[in-house]
């Protein structure tokens, strides 16, 4: 019986193997299809529950970037912007992007809401979210998860949406792990830079994140993701690649010209 368990747990795990885009091991259970089920519900109660946007020009500033970092990625994507005044933005599996106006308002221009939107879809490039829940749930919970999204204020619900990425819209904080944020903060930066972004204007966009933290309004963005000063600093230590990308994406004709 012993050894049958064992074996059982061995296929599992076999199974679960995966590699990210930077090529970390990663333990991966719950199916794409699954997790994609899951971002798209929680899309869709957000859009019930959060105002769009009224605003053509910043609208069209966001559709204008994220279509240019899409088009690196492939796929088709939902990008959203919510009037919302926090300093926040998230990217979904199922391809779902959401932006809110307070973070419009904070950059100074389509190279540092680049680095933000970058870093966001890294996330699910990575498969953050399917990692973390096969981390932290039992095998048969797979489909009770999949149900508890329409139900957010439940307490599995609460635990879904985290694990996505958007408790922060819910008022429960469970932020990605050191590790995944370095990968997301990598893989960004070398999208924006693909699409035709400066990617040294992410330097500038963390520091500006930093400094709204510290005001009287704490930023939600920072809540959720956490910033170190390791992070300017490897970021920093990746430019030198990341300015590789640009310069050829600029050799090409990738000039993207998006205005807020």
């Known amino acids: 019986m012993l050894n049958k368990i064992t074996l059982s747990l061995l296929c599992c795990l076999l ?13 991966i259970y719950m ?4 997790m994609n089920q899951m971002g798209l519900q929680a899309f869709d109660n957000l859009k019930k529950e959060k105002p769009r946007s009224q605003s053509t020009q910043f609208t069209q500033f966001v559709n204008c970037i994220a279509e240019a970092i899409i088009y690196e990625t492939g796929g088709d994507w939902e990008v959203v912007v919510f009037d919302d005044d926090s300093l926040n933005a998230f990217a979904l599996p199922g391809n779902k992007i ?11 221009n389509q190279h540092q809401l680049a680095a933000v939107i970058g870093h966001e879809v890294g996330h699910v490039l990575a498969r953050h979210s399917n990692e973390r829940m096969s981390q932290k749930t039992a095998v048969n919970m797979g489909v009770t998860l999949v149900s508890a999204v329409s139900a957010p204020t439940s307490a599995l619900g609460q635990f879904a949406v985290s694990a996505l ?9 469970l932020p990605f792990s050191r590790t995944h944020e370095s990968e997301a903060d990598i893989i960004g930066l070398d999208l924006m830079a693909k699409a035709g972004f400066d990617p040294r204007q992410s330097i500038d966009l963390w520091q500006k994140m930093a400094q709204a933290s510290h005001g009287q309004q704490p930023a939600e963005f920072m809540s959720t993701h956490p910033s170190h000063d390791t992070r300017i600093k490897e970021l920093s230590e990746h430019i030198p690649t990341a300015m590789k990308f640009y310069q ?12 807020k």
């Open 31 to 34: 199916s794409d299809t699954q």
């Open 15 to 27: 199974t679960a193997c995966a590699t990210s885009p930077t090529g970390r091991a990663q333990f």
């Open 248 to 259: 050829q994406a600029q050799s090409i004709g990738k000039i993207p010209g998006c205005h």
């Open 165 to 173: 990425g958007v408790g922060a819209q819910y008022g429960v904080i």
């Open 98 to 108: 959401g932006v809110h106006t307070g973070l419009i308002k904070l950059v100074d």
